[in-house]
């Protein structure tokens, strides 16, 4: 069986693939299966993944019905025969020793992940990755402190795909199907897993930011889907007792709610019912997010005001609201 098992999302981006492709097969660490999960491309992307499955007996394609992100992830894993899983996006792609890299690392700490940086690229900019200068350094962590890492502005800990796992953390954690923000749901569970986190402060994963990427397109009632799972992170912290967490996740909870809410009043006035649900989450939660150490007065007074009137309280904020920091989804 292969060491590590390497599965690529692949849906409807022929152009993509090849580049992605080819940057898992020049790895120089050799020891793994790459899993090619066709997820109902409507394009020519199936039939590139079986042209690269004829060449090379390490790929392996699984065709199944466009069931989103998620359920793609979860069908990889369920077809993971190494004892480490990393994940790539079809539009993204390695740098030639990021396998090595954090096989390398996590074997030696004897760590249940080892992660490194990532490096936003526009399409066309390939050529960056041979100038990544690979004098990193390494850190290890703890469980608490990589959920801590949660709420950097990098998002470094929360994205899926510049992470190497222990295959074994996928046991009991599965990626929720339907959902947009499938990692925000997850990215806490994995690290309350795990004993020691490595991280490998090198930019091994090149992000492609395309025309079309989530946060690029137009406001859409899916990206409430973050909402909920900001909700489900603060409440995982409190049933686990971990309350300085429990404050960090409802502070997020607040900053992404009221952009969510407000830019859709102006992107999408017509999600009255999304709108609806969301707030009800934000009311369920009210009496924690005003009682939060880290909710200051003047945001006391305006999440108050909101709970009575969203009108009036969108007249208060104007010119103070500001969109928070965010990896684009696609």
């Known amino acids: 069986m292969p060491k590590v098992s390497i599965i690529a999302l692949i849906y409807n981006l022929e152009a993509y693939i090849p580049l992605c492709i080819n940057s898992v097969l020049d790895q120089s660490f050799k020891d793994f299966e790459l899993i090619l999960i066709n997820d109902g491309s409507t394009d020519n992307s199936g039939c590139i993944c079986e042209e690269y499955a004829k060449k090379d007996e390490r790929i392996m394609v699984v065709h199944k019905s466009n069931d989103g992100i998620a359920a793609a ?3 990889g894993i369920a077809h993971a025969t190494g004892d480490y899983i990393t994940f790539i996006d079809c539009d993204d792609y390695f740098h030639e020793q990021m396998v090595e890299i954090l096989y390398k690392h996590i074997t030696s700490n004897n760590a249940d992940i080892a992660m490194c940086d990532y490096l936003p690229t526009e399409e066309g900019q390939e050529e960056k990755r041979k100038n990544v200068i690979l004098d990193y350094s390494v850190t290890t962590n703890t469980h608490i402190q990589a959920l801590n890492g949660l709420y950097e502005k990098t998002h470094t800990y929360v994205v899926p795909w510049n992470k190497l796992y222990k295959k074994g953390l996928f046991k009991d954690v599965k990626y929720p199907s339907g959902y947009l923000y499938d990692d925000e749901f997850t990215a806490h569970r994995l690290l309350y897993e795990t004993n020691k986190i490595v991280y490998v402060h090198a930019p091994l994963y090149f992000y492609v930011i395309r025309n079309g990427s989530t946060t690029h397109s137009p ?40 952009w969510y809410y407000l830019q859709s009043q102006i992107e999408l006035p017509q999600a009255h019912d999304k709108r ?55």
């Open 219 to 258: 406001m859409t009632a899916k990206k409430f889907d973050k909402i909920i799972a900001l909700h489900d992170r603060a409440d995982f912290f409190r049933e686990k007792n971990l309350h300085n967490l429990e404050e960090k996740a409802l502070l997020d909870f607040t900053e992404y709610f009221f």
């Open 276 to 330: 609806a649900e969301i707030k009800s989450i934000y009311n369920k939660l009210f009496l924690r997010i005003v009682r939060n150490p880290l909710t200051n007065k003047k945001k006391k007074i305006v999440f108050s005001v909101f709970r009575l009137s969203p009108d009036i309280h969108r007249l208060l904020i104007k010119g103070w609201r500001k969109k928070p920091n965010e990896v684009v989804r696609r």
């Open 73 to 75: 992830r979860n069908t």
